[in-house]
């Protein structure tokens, strides 16, 4: 088993550029979770899916962020227009009905 | 609606002493999972002890805790810190299937 696979690991993009982060999930896992974390702001939820379906999309900012989940293979958090405020490490995680999250290694953005 | 607390955002012991991190949560369902996640620098967070069963210790690595639901606690200890018990220490709560609750973390430092 793999664990939880997430690209790219580090990305760096211009303030005003489009980010797309991926993330495949443990198979047979039925939820997967986005978070991000910052030194200042810790562990932030952002949104979770179950059997693909959007479920609470609470942490999302709203304007700029969306995240889908086309299949149970995979997941993409798409931040538009990025801004420094933005540089984070995102965090994905799978987890199985009791609700244990496996995450994965992270993708660490920077907005320049 | 549901919460974790934990009480410390930085505890400094020397080696050798023993660890106590407080964790309390706040939940309207009577069934809650708790969780304690470790992070160490660089890496993302792991589990590290996870309880469903009120006043069962659990235990793994040396670390213990116990939920206690008429207390809403489930500290985490060990008997003897050690230097790479060093790390962000994470308490969370879920519901079984819904979304995962987390403490703002406890970043433990131990020292020679």
């Known amino acids: 088993n793999a664990g939880v696979i997430q690209t790219p690991r580090h990305k760096v993009t211009g303030k005003g550029q489009e980010a797309t982060l991926w993330c495949e999930p443990i198979?047979?896992?039925?939820?997967v979770f986005w978070y991000r974390q910052t030194i200042v702001q810790g562990l932030e939820f952002l949104t979770y899916?179950?059997?693909?379906?959007?479920?609470?999309d609470s942490g999302m900012p709203k304007e700029r962020f969306s995240a889908q989940m086309p299949n149970q293979s995979h997941s993409t958090l798409k931040i538009q227009s990025t801004q420094p405020q933005d540089s984070a490490v995102y965090l994905c995680a799978s987890s199985p009905y009791t609700g244990q999250l496996y995450f994965g290694e992270g993708s660490k953005l920077t907005v320049l | 609606g549901d919460s974790v607390t934990q009480t410390e955002g930085l505890v400094t012991l020397t080696e050798g002493l023993p660890v106590m991190l407080n964790c309390t949560y706040q939940t309207i369902y009577s069934n809650p999972f708790l969780f304690w996640y470790v992070q160490h620098l660089n890496e993302s967070p792991r589990l590290l002890l996870k309880s469903f069963t009120d006043n069962k210790r659990t235990e793994h690595q040396g670390f213990h805790a116990t939920l206690h639901k008429s207390s809403s606690s489930f500290h985490l200890q060990k008997s003897s810190a050690q230097l790479s018990d060093s790390a962000l220490y994470y308490c969370a709560l879920s519901e079984g299937n819904n979304r995962i609750f987390f403490g703002d973390g406890t970043q433990l430092v131990v020292k020679p």
């Open positions: 899916f179950r059997n693909q379906a959007p479920i609470d």
């Open positions: 198979s047979g896992h039925s939820a």
